[in-house]
């Protein structure tokens, strides 16, 4: 029992590899029914979430509050996922918002930006020119990274996020699919209780998230949650007692603490 995260690049073969590896582990495939669940649990529109997850977030939509409930309504429901097992999960930040769970495997697949375009003109029959198809490429890649730093402040491509980094110009769909599957074989990747219960953290946080996006008196706070065994912190500036409040109602909570950020100190003065 475990959960793979996989990160990809357009053209890559992501989808393939993820998709014959859940069947190969009997383990759901999941995708774009993040986008479903999260509209199903919490009301979302679905056309709405799915332009934010296809693209960073326009200058307007980031202090827009209705912006932050959809987006921490995905990362609820792929921790929802997570928290179900035996999963392989296509993208939207599952290596930043599942680390440090020892049972999740993190994945990335990655190819030549020239490689990845010829598998598009392949697979479109020719329809599109290499050129156009460079330009797409380009601008899928951009703006992936461009939202994965928008949303959690990383950089895609950083290779500590990963557990396995593939290369799929040296490494067939087979060959990958094997060698994650040895992995996911070995006992480091087994859901234990320890990994359960960081997994519950990690949940329990996220539904925090999302109330506080929604109610109208904390919608606005910027606000930083945690969860360990039950015990919540809330951290932020200002009045938090309306964040207190409404993460004391939600199931799970035994106790909710509250901190201020810690000040980054002054910098001596140039000699």
Not at 79 to 88: I, P, R, S
Request: charged share 25%.
């Amino acid at each position: 029992m475990a959960v793979v995260t996989m990160s990809s690049e357009i053209g890559s073969g992501a989808s393939e590899i993820g998709a014959a590896l859940a069947q190969r582990m009997t383990y759901r495939f999941v995708d774009r029914e993040v986008i479903s669940e999260a509209a199903r649990r919490y009301g979302l529109v679905e056309a709405k979430l799915a332009g934010l997850d296809e693209r960073k977030p326009s200058l307007f939509q980031r202090f827009d509050t209705e912006t932050r409930r959809y987006i921490v309504g995905t990362q609820a429901a792929l921790c929802a996922y997570a928290l179900e097992d035996d999963v392989v999960l296509m993208g939207r930040g599952g290596q930043w918002l599942l680390r440090g769970i020892p049972h999740v495997l993190r994945v990335r697949v990655t190819a030549p930006l020239e490689v990845r375009v010829q598998r598009l003109a392949e697979q479109g029959g020719g329809r599109q020119s290499l050129r156009r198809l460079l330009e797409l490429a380009r601008q899928d890649d951009a703006g992936r990274a461009g939202r994965t730093r928008y949303l959690y402040g990383i950089e895609i491509d950083d290779a500590s996020l990963y557990d396995v980094i593939i290369n799929t110009a040296t490494l067939t769909v087979g060959t990958a699919v094997d060698m994650l599957a040895k992995a996911l074989g070995q006992p480091e990747l087994t859901t234990t209780d320890v990994g359960r219960a960081l997994m519950q953290d990690r949940m329990l946080a996220t539904r925090i998230d999302v109330e506080l996006a929604t109610n109208p008196k904390t919608r606005k706070l910027t606000v930083k949650v945690e969860a360990q065994d039950g015990v919540v912190t809330l951290e932020g500036t200002g009045d938090l007692s309306h964040g207190e409040r409404v993460a004391r109602t939600i199931v799970g909570v035994k106790q909710v603490r509250l901190r201020a950020p810690e000040k980054t100190p002054a910098s001596p003065p140039a000699q």
